[in-house]
T-cell receptor, first 113, second 113 residues
Framework: GENVEQHPSTLSVQEGDSAVIKCTYS??????FPWYKQELGKRPQLIID?????GEKKDQRIAVTLNKTAKHFSLHITETQPEDSAVYFC????????????FGAGTTVTVRA | DAGVIQSPRHEVTEMGQEVTLRCKPI?????LFWYRQTMMRGLELLIY????????DSGMPEDRFSAKMPNASFSTLKIQPSEPRDSAVYFC???????????FGSGTRLTVV
């Protein structure tokens, strides 16, 4: 099955700086990569996703890049704000399965004011 | 759409009691997932259903856990008997598949004393 590794496990950044979270996956047939944000005490919510036919996608201050050859993808948050503080999870859809996502272990991002 | 609806939001029970968690997926979503989240183990997939049929229950920790999906709009996760180590937040999520993201419910925070 798919194995997703996520780094770092914790990340502290100064407000206004950028944050980058990296994930690797094992199944070369995986074709869909969503990112979830979970604020304290809340549910995980989808913030951005990318499919294997594109290399980069951007939505305001967040962007995701995908390197299929190296089997890794990254989340970039620019101009960080205190409300970006949360746990972020990457995930990959197993290539042989249209339904099952494999999640990374999560990155706790803290934005210092 | 009201999203994925879980009940109860909070449950406190005594060790040995039966606990039933409930989930209503988004209408039209044909896959449903039960996750358990703890600080120590992160997000763990317990079981998932496609078209009301259990597909993978390898994450169910032991026979004390059982899940059902009698129809497309309702699922239950039952723990009998409950133990203190079952204390966690239990999330239900649904998707229409085909490389789309999950929508999570608000979760049930279970405390077994």
């Amino acid at each position: 099955g798919e194995n997703v590794e996520q780094h770092p496990s914790t990340l502290s950044v100064q407000e206004g700086d950028s944050a980058v979270i990296k994930c690797t996956y094992s199944d070369s047939a995986s074709n869909y990569f969503p990112w979830y944000k979970q604020e304290l005490g809340k549910r995980p919510q989808l913030i951005i996703d990318i499919r294997s036919n594109v290399g980069e996608k951007k939505d305001q201050r967040i962007a995701v890049t995908l390197n299929k050859t190296a089997k890794h993808f990254s989340l970039h948050i620019t101009e960080t704000q205190p409300e970006d503080s949360a746990v972020y999870f990457c995930a990959a859809l197993q290539g042989s399965n249209d339904y099952k996502l494999s999640f990374g272990a999560g990155t706790t991002v803290t934005v210092r004011a | 759409d009201a999203g994925v609806i879980q009940s109860p939001r909070h449950e406190v029970t005594e060790m040995g009691q039966e606990v039933t968690l409930r989930c209503k997926p988004i209408s039209g979503h044909n896959s449903l997932f039960w996750y358990r989240q703890t600080m120590m183990r992160g997000l763990e997939l317990l079981i998932y259903f496609n078209n009301n049929v259990p597909i993978d229950d390898s994450g169910m920790p032991e026979d004390r856990f059982s899940a059902k999906m009698p129809n497309a709009s309702f699922s239950t996760l039952k723990i009998q008997p409950s133990e203190p180590r079952d204390s966690a937040v239990y999330f239900c999520a649904s998707t229409m598949g085909g490389g789309t993201g999950y929508t999570f419910g608000s979760g049930t925070r279970l405390t077994v004393v």
